[in-house]
């Protein structure tokens, strides 16, 4: 055998058994800086941290299907949920609504699944919950976790993890079979890109998988004290046998304890079916978005009939095809709520029909101007020029005419900034949320999955 071939045959089997010996040790170091480390004191001491939150720190930033329940529990102790046990297995949910507790974008996920559930009656049914998490597809899941992942980047209990090292680690691996290729048979260079790439990002993927985010020093801390809330909750309690309705008694100390695995009745006597893992149908419902989202954007027409159709859903069947943002009213409260529950399908709109993006939008931004009440009116009136020219941006440039505004004097100026934030607080103190322009954006216009920033801040959702 000639001695290229054996030195390239060497050098393949040698980078590839070191990149299987060197990924393991790579994604446990990986690991390690996801695990929350020793437990702290024994205390009874309750930090702000939601249970989902909390569920999301104690089991190595891998969201369990308990935080749901866990929730559901925190609402019922904090009053927006009330929960009645009829027997040992069936309770009913009533669900309430408090402006004076703001919930952050997860717990107005779930409290909408129970609203959703009573179906216009004063309360749910468990089973009608479990077919609101929509049990045959992962999608309410999926928007629960990227929400309570968010909130604790938010808290800066979690960070993305340090990984262009071990990145770059992962590609020099995936050379060797490419080099040892172009050594043996020399004739075949220009093949050896088209191994080196394809291993490289497959390495990377095996490397990365789950471990793109990392506890911070501030996560590692918290982490430690609730730890020890859960050290004191198990000396001190029998958690696993106490139903759903114990919440009454033992307020947030039962939600904690679902949260932390130590209140399986709990847990089982609400959340019945969810599932956490991709199913075919979600397989099949993003390929059917994105056909559709390609098709939208190419042909007016099938936009239009999707227009008609998405807006008699949302505002009723008397709603004209151009009237995105439904019916004119003196309401302003109704108004903005309008205008966030048809934000999708105007930005949809826009990239086939930029015009009617930009009238439609005009127009509710004056209607909101003439309908704001005495307190915001003011405030109101500095932001509309700000949103006029947010709209002529995204109408004629998109997402990059959004990043140009930062520098828009008609949006960067102090008193529009300052406009802005009191419209937040007073929005935000009206939807039951807290004062920040991402919550108030996702109770609005719906869950994302993406950050919104106002144009002082980044891009929107």
Sequence with gaps: MPLNVLIGAGLALAGTVLFFVWLPFARHRLHRAQMPGPAGPSTMELRDDPPAVV???????????????????????????????????????????????????????????????????????????????????????????????????????????????????????????????????????????????????????????????????????????????????AEHGNFDDLPPAAVEVWDRYLAYGAAMDLSDDAVKGLIHELRTTISVRDVRAVAGAIRQARQLHRDPKAQLEWRRTALTAIFGPDNPHDAIFGAETADFWMLLENTGRGWSIAMMTRAVDPTLFRTACNARISALVAAAPAE?????????????????????????????????????????????????????ARLGVRPTANEVFERLAGPSGTTFTTPWGGQPT
């Design 55 to 233: 569920n999301l720190l104690l089991h190595e930033l891998e969201l369990t299907g308990d935080a749901v329940a866990a929730t559901l529990l925190d609402l019922a102790a904090r009053d927006h949920l009330e929960i009645v046990e009829l027997s040992l297995e069936e309770n009913l949910v009533i669900p309430h609504r408090r402006s004076d507790d703001p919930l952050s974008v997860f717990e107005q996920h779930v409290l909408a699944v129970v609203e959703t559930a009573a179906l216009g009656q004063p309360h749910a049914t468990i089973p009608g919950i479990a077919a609101g998490l929509d049990p045959e597809s992962a999608q309410t899941w999926f928007g629960f976790r990227a929400a309570v992942e968010a909130d604790a980047r938010r808290r800066g209990l979690v960070g993305p993890a340090r990984t262009e090292s071990k990145a770059g680690t992962a590609f020099v691996f995936a050379a060797f079979p490419a080099v040892g290729l172009f050594v043996a048979v020399p004739q075949l260079w220009i093949v050896t890109p088209f191994v080196w790439v394809p291993l490289g990002v497959v390495g990377i993927i095996l490397l990365l998988h789950g471990r793109t985010t990392v506890l911070t020093d501030e996560g590692r801390r918290v982490a430690a004290h609730w730890l020890g809330v859960r050290r004191f909750i």
């Design 376 to 428: 915001l009116a003011a405030d109101v009136n500095v932001v509309s020029g700000a949103a006029r020219a947010a709209v002529e941006a995204i109408a004629s440039k998109g997402a990059a005419g959004w990043q140009a505004l930062a520098t828009d004097p008609r949006v960067a100026a102090p008193a529009v900034s300052d406009a802005a934030d009191r419209l937040v607080v007073a929005v935000a």
